[in-house]
């Protein structure tokens, strides 16, 4: 399989705290793309990160790459009650054949 | 409103008993895409398409078959279910194979 793998598995933050989840990946890539996942429903796209980019911020979120790592983290600072959602990583579709591969999911509880 | 309508949210059917979900974007998407997720599984990808009268094999495409006579249409079909079938289904849609999915809010199967 080609997926790659998030961890943790599952966070719980108290509101306010900042929020950390790290994603792995198997095949070179263009981009790398961060989703959003309320309970049962569509993923959302957050924010993407070229390959050459190191760094990428949108308001409350940070993201990271290292391609020699083959790894990405993403950071939700200050986080509140609405960020609890399940997050995924995904890699695009420019190096695999066209198919875009997700990681398996990070699960973030925030507590009031 | 830029979306991804499937249809139809939740489907309880027999085994044996062909049925068809549909997707629709009206962005004018060259790529689409279907995906089913399942517990501890993550997303898969089923079938995806990079313009019209181009489908391709995912990575899980046994028991699925697509079409896409239309660019904005992308129907999914089970010509013949099976309870392993049982799961969330998403359709997707982005520019290209390396810009961000928009996702359907999802249909969840239940094969009995």
């Known amino acids: 399989s080609q997926q790659g793998e998030e961890d943790p598995q599952a966070l719980s933050i108290q509101e306010g705290e900042n929020a950390t989840m790290n994603c792995s990946y198997k095949?070179?890539?263009?981009?790398l793309q961060w989703y959003r996942q309320n309970s049962g429903r569509g993923l959302v796209h957050l924010i993407l990160?070229?390959?050459?980019?190191r760094e990428k911020h949108s308001g409350r979120l940070r993201v990271t790459l290292d391609t020699s790592k083959k790894s990405s983290s993403l950071l939700i600072t200050a986080s509140r009650a609405a960020d609890t959602a399940s997050y995924f990583c995904?890699?695009?579709?420019?190096?695999?054949?066209?198919?875009?591969?997700f990681g398996t999911g990070t699960s973030l509880t925030v507590i009031p | 409103e830029a979306q991804v309508t499937q249809n139809p949210r939740y489907l309880i059917t027999v085994t044996g008993k062909k049925l068809t979900v549909t997707c629709s974007q009206n962005?004018?998407?060259?790529?689409m895409s279907w995906y089913r997720q399942d517990p501890g599984l993550g997303l898969r990808q089923i079938y995806y398409?990079?313009?019209?009268?181009?489908?391709d094999k995912g990575d899980v495409p046994e028991g699925y078959k697509v079409s896409r006579k239309e660019k904005r249409n992308f129907p999914l079909i089970l010509e013949s279910p099976s309870p392993n079938q049982t799961s969330l289904y998403f359709c997707?849609?982005?520019?290209?194979?390396?810009?961000?999915?928009?996702f359907g809010n999802g249909t969840r199967l239940t094969v009995t």
């Open positions: 398409s990079m313009n019209v009268e181009v489908t």
């Open positions: 095949t070179s890539i263009n981009n």
């Open positions: 990160i070229r390959s050459n980019e």
């Open positions: 995904a890699t695009d579709g420019w190096s695999t054949g066209n198919q875009f591969y």
């Open positions: 997707a849609s982005s520019l290209s194979v390396n810009s961000p999915l928009h």
């Open positions: 962005m004018n998407h060259e790529y």
